[in-house]
């Protein structure tokens, strides 16, 4: 038992220092695709290979010229890079931080002027997801004010498993693990949720599971928040709806964030928790801002590591 | 019984067409299959065709010691059949499904109830009838679908004198996702990555099944470099699986060392899934006609020094744990699954290993790369929680060192060809050793060359009887420690 603990505490502090400090991912992960809106000039190769829909293009005939509309939808997206595979103006990145407030916060969408023969050139509109930051930021700030005036700075968190492939749910273990110690944030995973303050929802919600997934709601004591996991509890991922499944989360029950990814790893689940409670600046979220690093990124200061 | 009929043989991962394949009437069809089980042969699948206006029965059977494989089919029928299960328990479940989907009845079935109850009445799949033990100090204790930890859901359904469990039933379903339902048609655009999710801590072993079966109804296999790199991420799958499970068992025992320590290798070992293929469950690596990502020799450099690090810190983590009279002493005969009823039930898998059954696809039905490489069978008799955690301990061991020998030998060249187009009217059939156990998957293509039907059996529908078993006569605090030793999946069966 002493040569255990000896060696145990041999190994040191494996913490990551995570939100302080970057997220470390390898350079190869695969996270958000990255499209170079200027320069695109035909979305419908992406469109046609990627297997959830993330990418859409919508042709309309206008009065003076044709245009189409091309959607990035995150919150669809498996990060299978199928599209990076077939289009130059496509970039696999290893950015997993994607957590959003509103489901439409995960929409990027641009318009061109269509061509005859079917490619798109000059870009029309990119409807900017920095518009809607500081909407979301008004919405962040009165979240945050309300979560903590209620629950100070711990957080109980009930996992709802509502029919996912168990993905999502093996980096939720990880929080749990030595090297991302969700405690010490003051936040726990608890077995009720009676206790809990969130509930951390992966799907797609299958039928079977919508009532069970009701019932835990409304046992859920208010304030109480939602954050739905992974693409299929955004959006339904690669099963969507059919007969034995509800899609996203947010077609049962109200969802406040939305961490897209298949599955999220630890740092972008850590990311959308501390986003929902108000933890990081709703800023730190919006795809146009860099990710920053350092102590900036908090609102309040991170609670000591001892 | 017409005796001239006999089933017909073929290997893991080749295809025959459907018209070479035997069809008896149902009841013959019945007895043919037990003949077979009754010399030793085990049931790997058993699930109905539609057909003209009725149903055919296939049961695709395992000649372990033969490795080999036999198919046949009844002709299409409707109504009922004498069940296969009263003289075979080993298929239970799958007579259950067959049921639910085709609306064949087995007759005689002891336990004749659906097996996911697909939902169109807003009733969950608790809400059916269980079975119960009465009497005057028995009580009965209902647990989830919506557990205490962060696991899938599921309802368990004791029966109990005080402690002691007298009967446990479990019901799933509550994760049906349509799975092989959308597959109907198919190769669709979503497919390949839907196979990555049929149970997502499986990643490899599905998506390994499936092209595997693509590449059979082409005719074909996959490049070598392309197999070699699907054996590595097939072994670095079931250490990262093994590992994250030795160290929830000593979580449930609160041997907090190792739960500590095996939380961050999981990490590790999948963080080198990763640096294959850019997904920490490797999504994207298998590909059909072979392989997404590459491994270079670069990364493979970094790979090797990894593995070697992580490997070295899980020998340390489980030396902890097995030096702990504590741990050995709650986990030995807790739970246990007698060899023979192991055998009965069909147990695969570690979970059959524990029973002292030698019994693993990557030896006893090598396809791809383990048809040059083979990993030695773990086993362990008892039964016992102690020998499922002894078994996923030699497994560590012996993948590490498969993975060392493997890395110190790539195969070079191509890691992707070209398929042709499935054939038409062919059946393939795909067996991959997942950690879990066997992953079975059975392909019938249509005149066109489509999915007329795709039948997916995950190791856990087999293994879930196994764990209604281990805990008859054990305390029901035992049934934490129990059901980690296990550690099934909810949504590979559930489909």
């Known amino acids: 038992m002493f040569e255990t603990l000896r060696q145990s505490l041999k190994i040191g502090v494996v913490t990551t220092s995570y939100p302080d400090t970057p997220a470390e991912v390898s350079r190869r992960a695969r996270g958000k695709p990255e499209i170079d809106w200027a320069n695109w000039r035909d979305a419908r190769p992406a469109a046609a290979v990627c297997p959830t829909g993330a990418i859409e293009c919508r042709d309309e005939a206008g009065t003076l010229a044709a245009t189409r509309t091309a959607t990035l939808d995150l919150g669809k997206c498996i990060f299978c890079g199928l599209c990076a595979d077939v289009d130059p103006a496509i970039r696999m990145t290893p950015q997993c931080e994607l957590a959003a407030r509103s489901r439409q916060g995960l929409r990027h969408t641009a318009q061109y002027a269509l061509n005859d023969n079917g490619t798109h050139q000059r870009l029309l509109a990119t409807p900017p997801a920095a518009a809607s930051a500081e909407a979301l930021a008004a919405a962040g700030r009165e979240l945050q004010t309300r979560i903590q005036s209620l629950l100070g700075r711990s957080l109980h968190i009930r996992e709802v498993d509502a029919g996912s492939c168990n993905g999502c749910e093996v980096e939720i273990h990880g929080l749990n693990s030595p090297v991302y110690d969700l405690e010490r944030f003051g936040i726990h995973f608890v077995a009720s949720p009676r206790h809990a303050d969130m509930l951390l929802v992966t799907g797609p919600v299958t039928r079977n599971m919508e009532l069970a997934l009701r019932k835990t709601y409304a046992a859920t004591p208010d304030p109480r928040l939602v954050v739905a996991v992974g693409a299929c509890g955004c959006s339904g991922g690669i099963f969507g709806v059919n007969y034995a499944t509800r899609g996203a989360v947010d077609a049962v029950i109200p969802v406040d964030v939305y961490i897209p990814g298949c599955p999220p790893n630890p740092h972008a689940l850590l990311h959308g928790i501390l986003l929902a409670i108000g933890r990081l600046s709703p800023y730190a979220s919006s795809p146009t801002a860099a990710p920053k690093s350092g102590r900036a990124l908090f609102q309040n200061p991170a609670p000591p590591q001892d | ?495």
């Open chain 2, 1 to 495: 019984m017409n005796t001239t009929l006999e089933f017909a043989l073929l290997a893991n991962a080749t295809s025959l067409p459907w018209t070479a394949i035997p069809a008896w009437p149902a009841a013959d069809f019945v007895l043919a299959t037990a003949t077979e089980l009754n010399r030793g042969a085990r049931l790997c699948a058993w699930f109905g065709v539609p057909e003209s206006a009725g149903t055919c029965l296939v049961a695709v059977l395992a000649f372990d010691a033969d490795n080999t494989l036999a198919v046949g089919r009844s002709q299409p029928f409707t109504g009922a059949y004498p069940a296969l299960t009263t003289i075979h328990p080993q298929a239970h479940l799958f007579e259950r499904e067959v049921w639910e989907q085709h609306g064949l009845k087995p007759e005689g079935h002891p336990w004749l109830k659906p097996v996911r109850r697909a939902n169109e009445t807003g009733n969950a799949p608790a809400n059916g009838e269980f079975f119960r033990v009465e009497g005057g100090e028995v009580h009965e204790v209902a647990v989830g679908p919506v557990h205490a930890g962060i696991i899938e859901p599921g309802h368990f359904r004791f029966q109990c004198a005080g402690e002691e469990v007298l009967h446990l039933e479990i019901a799933l379903g509550y994760q049906h996702r349509g799975v092989e339902e959308a597959l109907t048609g198919g190769p669709h655009l979503a497919t390949m990555c839907q196979m990555e999710t049929v149970a997502g801590d499986t990643t490899i072993a599905h998506a390994t099944a499936h092209a595997t079966i693509l590449e059979a109804l082409a005719g074909t296999e996959a490049p070598l470099r392309a197999q070699w790199l699907r054996a590595v991420a097939l072994e670095l799958e079931r250490l990262a699986n093994h590992t994250g499970d030795m160290g929830a068992l000593a979580g449930d025992v609160a041997f907090l060392p190792t739960l500590s320590a095996c939380g961050k290798i999981r990490g590790d070992f999948l963080n080198l899934t990763a640096l294959i293929c850019g997904n920490r469950f490797g999504r994207g690596l298998v590909r059909p006609g072979g392989c997404g990502r590459d491994l270079e020799s670069e990364r493979a450099t970094q790979l090797n020094e990894r593995l070697k690090s992580a490997l070295a810190d899980t020998q340390q983590a489980l030396a902890w744990f097995w030096d702990a009279a504590s741990v050995r002493a709650r986990f030995e005969l807790t739970g246990t699954v007698s060899h023979r009823q192991a055998n009965e039930i069909g147990l695969v898998g570690p979970a059959a290993r524990a029973c002292g059954l030698v019994r693993d696809v990557r030896y006893d039905h090598p396809a791809g790369w383990h048809r040059f490489a083979q990993a030695p069978v773990a086993v362990w008799p008892g039964g016992d929680v102690f020998a499922r955690a002894k078994v996923r301990a030699l497994e560590i061991e012996r993948s590490g060192e498969y993975l060392r020998e493997q890395m110190a030998a790539p195969a070079e060249g191509e890691l992707r060809s070209e398929l042709a187009p499935p054939a038409p009217g062919t059946l393939a059939v795909a067996l991959v050793e997942g950690w879990r156990g066997e992953v079975c998957h059975v392909a019938l293509t249509n005149a066109a060359g489509r999915f007329r039907r795709y039948k997916i059996i995950d190791p856990s529908f087999h293994n879930w009887m196994g764990l209604a078993l281990a805990l008859r006569g054990t305390a029901i605090s035992d049934f934490p420690i129990c059901n980690k030793s296990f550690n099934l999946s909810y949504c590979g069966f559930d489909l």
